[in-house]
């Protein structure tokens, strides 16, 4: 899916009110991109799964999301894996996970992750009470 698309689909997310699922897996969804989405789910009220796996989104967009992740109140949702996210992002998105209280279930499996994700990630879960 090319950059220009992926824009557009997060601009509609601002104005739309119904949409629960995006799955937006395996488009090529590239950093650019990345932020887009996460500026659409920091004013969307509505979506409740958002599936982003098996992208190109790196730390840069991991940043974006975990600002999202911050803001956002309806996401239960998010599929991050496959994409070349990093300790670096995955630390900003486990300390969102601490102010969090809708996400529920988050993937971030087949990333770049070491040992510092892991235990940014395990912090995390002591204070969030809603992840399963």
Not at 28 to 55: F, M, P, Q, R
Not at 118 to 130: D, Q, R, V
């Amino acid at each position: 899916m090319i950059e220009q698309s992926v824009k557009l689909i997060a601009a509609s997310l601002n104005e739309n009110a119904t949409l629960k699922i995006l799955n937006l897996g395996d488009h090529n969804v590239v950093d650019k991109s990345g932020e887009s989405i996460a500026a659409a789910l920091k004013e969307n009220a509505t979506l409740e799964t958002l599936y982003l796996s098996c992208n190109k989104l790196g730390d840069e967009s991991g940043k974006f999301i975990a600002g999202a992740l911050k803001a956002n109140a309806t996401l239960e949702t998010l599929c991050l894996s496959g994409n070349n996210l990093g300790d670096e992002s995955v630390k900003l998105i486990a300390a969102a996970l601490k102010q969090n209280a809708t996400l529920q279930a988050l993937d971030l499996g087949d990333n770049n992750l070491g040992d510092k994700s892991g235990a940014s990630i395990a912090a995390a879960l002591t204070e969030n009470a809603t992840l399963k």
